[in-house]
């Protein structure tokens, strides 16, 4: 086993499987129990690509635009144009709020503070720089409301993501779970 490296605990295996080991890299077996080196086993077995992050960003947008979108179509413009608030204004809140708490929660745990307000200034900058490069144009007031929508999609689509990236490059599993042993 690595030393210093922590190790996952696989219970009765008839067989350890071979792609769960690096090459030059043996499993110890104690009290029927196969321990493998951690970041041996977590590679293997994380099949994070293109079409995982589009879930996750289809997600966040879903979520921004079911709350506030120019089109008018929102739980906001609902809301505000309903004669008087009944128990699907309320329940159709809380869902909404129940979704923000996750998404902001989990972009907050994985980018921190500070990754959020770096990933806000990146996606600022790259607004400004397509404007003057003249791709994007000042022509409707409607527009600043959808780019914000999707800098804020893009910001919980890279949060809920950050964890998977951040392991492809550098090689580090990135956790919260503590189980208290």
């Not at 690595?2 to 077996?29: E, H, T, W, Y």
């Not at 960003?57 to 879903?62: C, I, K, M, Y």
């Not at 607004?127 to 600043?144: A, I, P, T």
């Amino acid at each position: 086993m690595l030393r210093g490296c922590p190790s996952v605990r696989i219970m009765n295996p008839r067989r350890l499987p071979s792609d769960r080991l690096v090459p030059g890299l043996r499993a110890k077996q104690s009290n029927h129990v196969w321990r493998t080196p951690l970041a041996t086993s977590a590679t293997s077995r994380d099949p994070f690509g293109f079409g995982e992050f589009t879930v996750r960003l289809l997600a966040s947008l879903l979520m921004v635009l079911a709350t506030w979108n120019p089109g008018g179509w929102s739980f906001v413009h609902w809301v505000s144009s309903a004669p008087s608030l009944g128990a699907i204004h309320a329940f159709t809140g809380v869902v909404l709020l129940i979704g923000w708490v996750i998404l902001l929660r989990a972009t907050l745990n994985s980018l921190g503070l500070l990754g959020l307000a770096l990933g806000a200034m990146l996606l600022a900058a790259g607004v400004w720089l397509l404007f003057d490069l003249g791709v994007l144009h000042q022509g409707s007031s409607s527009l600043f409301g959808w780019i914000a929508i999707v800098c804020v999609g893009l910001l919980l689509a890279l949060g809920l993501s950050w964890s998977h990236l951040w392991r492809r490059l550098t090689g580090q599993v990135d956790t919260d779970d503590f189980d208290g042993k």
